[in-house]
T-cell receptor
């Protein structure tokens, strides 16, 4: 069963614009993580936000978490062609061992 | 420091054949995971291990077996391959409940 659901499923923007993608989940969580997957490659961890945090930044990435709405957003500012990838959210709930993954948002940055 | 490596990168099997996928990590991580990724879906956990000599079932364990005889290695076995097991398989490792590090994936086709 997939807990995280990303929205939109696909997003195409011009280079230099900001990209926002959202993740919703169903049950209480300990933390929420965002990962990037370039075509044909393994996933790369981007950022982890704990349930008691509301916002976190890492370079051009900004993640927010609203536990009352059970949702998170990932903002990529000043997008670059290299940001073209699929982005996944993953939530860690009661089990410390397992992450529950969403289906991902496919982001295309047009030059 | 190679991170997480997977062997082989590609494999084609006939229905009923068996094979073993090898995952190795050099980060001294305690936790290791095997996932499968199908088109349009997020990752689904097959089996995981929280330490040498221990394994546990994930979300989709049927048709797969695993072993963790050494801390750095996690093996995934298919005893009798079926077309439904055509997928991309990813191995990951982590230090407890922190971010997961992924291998490059194994693309398996069962005909």
């Amino acid at each position: 069963s997939q807990q995280g659901e990303e929205d939109p499923q696909a997003l195409s923007i011009q280079e230099g614009e900001n990209a926002t993608m959202n993740c919703s989940y169903k049950t209480s969580i300990n933390n929420l993580q965002w990962y990037r997957q370039n075509s044909g490659r393994g996933l790369v961890h981007l950022i982890l936000i704990r349930s008691n945090e509301r916002e976190k930044h890492s370079g051009r990435l900004r993640v927010t978490l609203d536990t009352s709405k059970k949702s998170s957003s990932l903002l990529i500012t000043a997008s670059r062609a290299a940001d073209t990838a699929s982005y996944f959210c993953a939530t860690e709930g009661d089990s410390n061992y397992q992450l529950i993954w969403g289906a991902g948002t496919k982001l295309i940055i047009k030059p | 420091n190679a991170g997480v490596t997977q062997t082989p990168k590609f494999r084609v099997l006939k229905t009923g054949q068996s094979m073993t996928l090898l995952c190795a990590q050099d980060m001294n991580h305690e936790y290791m995971y095997w996932y499968r990724q199908d088109p349009g879906m997020g990752l689904r956990l097959i089996h995981y291990s929280v330490g040498e000599g221990t394994t546990a079932k994930g979300e989709v364990p049927d048709g797969y077996n695993v072993s963790r005889l050494k801390k750095q290695n996690f093996l995934l076995g298919l005893e009798s391959a079926a077309p439904s097991q055509t997928s991309v398989y990813f191995c990951a490792s982590s230090y407890r409940w922190r971010e997961q590090y992924f291998g490059p994936g194994t693309r398996l086709t069962v005909t």
